[in-house]
């Protein structure tokens, strides 16, 4: 089978969160299963270094404003198609924001572009190379399907994948020219969302196929709290979507051999663990101590219930835990975070930034990792938790429900707990778990063994790719 991807970010050239983690992932676990995968993705800078030595293989005279090409290369073991349109990618800073901190003022075009490339590609092929399915994931590149039905023939079935629904990609109705959508696709069962323009709603409401990347949040989609404004469409189209849990790069996130470690460790031997923990402390400026050291790895935003942790600390502190922040987004909360650390600065420590090689350290030197999303798609930081017997400590939601077993009376006694989940999402449950972890900390034996448990449980690729495989068949029997 031929496939073709398209997303805004990929690991290891671009990436902002789990989506891009997502995408340079799993086209290597679709691979022994017989499926040859091309990502299509922006040449942004930061991917610049990959076009030199790309061969051209399609060229627009003018792709939404300017000349624009597709690059093909291979790298990292993917096979990469760089959307090389400097008129619409070719800007420093973030992807996705200008200088001031807002959304770019033209990200409607760059994503049509991105999705209209993408159709262009699934029509056309690359040489001899065409796709037999096309998976299109999150707003970005939602139009793909709506492009393909403005085609006279035959096109590939489209596959799209939510990521995360917050961001639906929504624009003026005014727009509909300048995105080259015809003025008989405004209709609902097209993009028409609420008499605006919805990139993601075009792709719900298009594609053969819809998968989400988790089985609990395929169900809390179609629920008015989680599925913001699109419940009442996923629940019409419940038949075709699809919960498949995402799962991370075993070969990237390796505690035997991570080179960001200071020293490796496994499940058979725990011990390196102690050195990356000082080593963690140190980088933090934390003092020793004998509780647990719980880390935070995150995107600064509502979603992801860090104002409720903030409320947490007195309790975390005054139970001898410590705690290490990296993240970065919401100004008041980075703000909020640094005047802990001021206020604790033994035992909170906080670096705004983002920071690859220390995010592997975090999970190699911290004892739990601390998740209390409002909502997780799935989330990745707990899987990496679980590898690195970290334990996650989560909100009760989405994947983390799906990938987490609370270290329960029944679970304890089966031996099967690897984490700590907590429900209902508000501040006094989260530091209830909290006051649960260090008290299961102070057990070490009981702890370890959640430890091994937890860098036991399967994270990797393998199941879920067949998954995917099945929809993909399923979508080509449309
Ligand atoms: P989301 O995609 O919603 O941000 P995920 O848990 O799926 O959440 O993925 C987040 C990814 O981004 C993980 O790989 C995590 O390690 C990484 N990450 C988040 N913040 C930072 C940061 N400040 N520095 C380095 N990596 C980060
Ligand atoms: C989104 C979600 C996150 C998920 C990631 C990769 O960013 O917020 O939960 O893990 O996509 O699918």
Not at 40 to 54: E, F, H, K, T
Not at 360 to 366: E, F, I, T
Request: proline content about 5%; charged content about 20%; overall charge negative.
């Amino acid at each position: 089978m031929n496939l073709l991807f398209v997303a805004s970010e990929c690991t290891p050239f671009v990436k902002t969160g789990g989506l891009a983690d997502v995408i340079g992932a799993v086209p290597k676990a679709l691979e022994p299963l017989g499926v040859d995968v091309r990502i299509l993705i922006p040449a942004y800078p930061a991917v610049g270094g990959l076009c030199v030595g790309a061969s051209n293989v399609m060229s627009f005279d003018d792709l939404f404003g300017g000349p624009a090409r597709v690059l093909a290369v291979q790298a990292e073991g993917l096979q990469m198609l760089l959307l090389d349109a400097p008129h619409l990618f070719d800007r420093k800073g973030n992807i996705y924001l200008g200088p001031d901190g807002q959304d770019w003022p033209d990200n409607d075009m760059r994503f049509a572009a991105l999705s209209f490339a993408g159709a262009q590609i699934a029509i056309q092929g690359i040489g001899s190379w065409k796709p037999d399915v096309v998976n299109a994931h999150d707003w970005q590149a939602g139009l793909l399907p709506a492009y393909l039905q403005q085609h006279n023939g035959w096109t590939p079935p489209v596959v799209t994948t939510i990521h995360n629904i917050a961001f639906q990609g929504v624009f003026d109705a005014t727009r509909l020219a300048a995105l080259r959508l015809n003025a008989d696709q405004f209709t609902t069962q097209g993009v028409e969302y609420y008499g605006k323009i919805s990139f993601l709603k075009a792709g719900l409401a298009l594609s053969e196929k819809i998968t989400t990347v988790s089985p609990s949040y395929a169900a809390e989609l179609m629920s008015a709290d989680f599925g913001m404004g699109l419940d009442g469409l996923l629940r019409a189209r419940q038949g075709d979507l699809h919960g498949i849990l995402n799962g991370i790069d075993l070969d990237v996130w390796n505690p035997e051999s991570d080179t960001a470690l200071v020293a490796n460790y496994s499940q058979r031997s725990l011990k390196g663990k102690a050195s990356n923990r000082e080593e963690l402390e140190a980088r933090f400026g934390l003092s020793k101590g004998e509780g647990p050291l719980f880390c935070v790895v995150s995107r600064m935003t509502s979603q992801k219930g860090l104002d409720l942790l903030l409320e947490c600390i007195p309790d975390l502190v005054a139970q001898g835990g410590k705690l290490a922040v990296l993240g970065s987004g919401d100004p008041e909360l980075e703000r909020a975070y640094v005047d802990a650390s001021n206020r604790y600065p033994d035992a909170i420590g906080t670096i705004i930034g983002y920071d690859e090689d220390l995010s592997h350290l975090m999970q190699g030197g911290s004892d739990a990792i601390l998740i209390p999303s409002r909502f997780e798609p799935c989330g990745l930081t707990q899987l990496y938790g679980l590898r690195y017997g970290t334990l996650p400590v989560v909100a009760r939601t989405g994947g983390l429900a799906d990938t987490v077993i609370d270290a329960n009376e029944a679970a304890l006694l089966a031996d099967c707990a690897t984490g700590i989940q907590f429900a209902p999402i508000t501040a006094t449950m989260l530091s209830h778990a909290i006051a649960r972890t260090c008290a299961l900390f102070a057990k070490p034996k009981v702890w370890s063994g959640m430890m091994r448990r937890a860098m036991r449980h399967p994270v990797g690729w393998d199941l879920s790719a067949s998954a995917y495989l099945d929809v993909y068949k399923a979508a080509q029997e449309r």
